[in-house]
């Protein structure tokens, strides 16, 4: 069964501390994404990536930055978090080529983060 | 520019047809994807539309329009386990998906 793991289901940092947030699939997806999602504003695209070591900014990065190191393992980082960083983060990947539905994105459970 | 329109809540009941209709206005289309997302849970895959017409899987079907940039999903005899949010999210020819806000749907009794 395929999985997207995340590593924290609920965080509660303060303002001015760095973040980090994990996702882990394995799948052997070559993309993965961080989307953000907000009430009234569903979900908005922070960062993905293609492949190791690749990035590309999506809708909203201003404040966070990512990484991905190895295939399996994409992480969101928010430098110096926010009142406004307070949000579900929702990690996801897909193939670079899937069948029936190219483009299908596999969720992980998402990361509740509270900044105070 | 992407701009994907679907309505923020509908009500409906128990043994009931529902349709969520989604319009989208993208720079590229490649398909257009509906997910469902239980509260504190992650959007699961409904459907996949990328030829006009309509798809039947079980109670759920999707239809797409491309000239009219528009697509429903309908649910048919309703249950209360299908209150929940519809995302219709469009793939617009890179990797992303672009996602509506989403419609929650609230079934009662």
């Known amino acids: 069964d395929v999985k997207v793991t995340q590593s924290s289901r609920y965080l509660v940092k303060r303002t001015g501390e760095k973040v980090f947030l994990e996702c882990v699939q394995d799948?052997?997806?070559?993309?993965m994404f961080w989307y953000r999602q907000d009430p009234g504003l569903g979900l908005r695209l922070i960062y993905f990536?293609?492949?190791?070591?690749?990035?590309e900014k999506g809708d909203i990065p201003e404040g966070y930055s990512v990484s991905r190191e190895k295939k399996e393992r994409f992480s969101l980082i928010l430098e110096s978090a926010s009142t406004n960083q307070t949000s579900m983060y929702l990690c996801?990947?897909?193939?670079?080529?899937?069948?029936?539905?190219?483009?299908?994105?596999?969720f992980g459970e998402g990361s509740r983060l509270t900044v105070l | 520019g992407q701009n994907i329109d679907q309505p923020t809540e509908m009500t409906a009941t128990e043994g009931a047809i529902v349709q969520i209709n989604c319009t989208y206005q993208t720079s590229g289309f490649n398909g257009l994807f509906w997910y469902q997302q239980h509260a504190g849970e992650a959007p699961t895959f409904l459907s996949y539309?990328?030829?006009?017409g309509l798809e039947e899987k079980g109670r759920f079907s999707s239809f797409l329009s491309r000239s009219k940039g528009y697509s429903y999903l309908l649910l048919k005899e309703l249950q209360m386990k299908d209150s929940a949010s519809y995302l219709c999210a469009v793939h617009s020819g890179y990797s992303t998906l672009t996602f509506g806000k989403g419609t929650m749907l609230l079934v009662s009794p």
């Open positions: 996801a990947s897909s193939p670079h080529s899937s069948g029936r539905s190219p483009g299908e994105l596999f």
């Open positions: 990536s293609y492949d190791v070591k690749m990035k």
């Open positions: 799948m052997d997806h070559e993309n």
């Open positions: 539309n990328v030829l006009d």
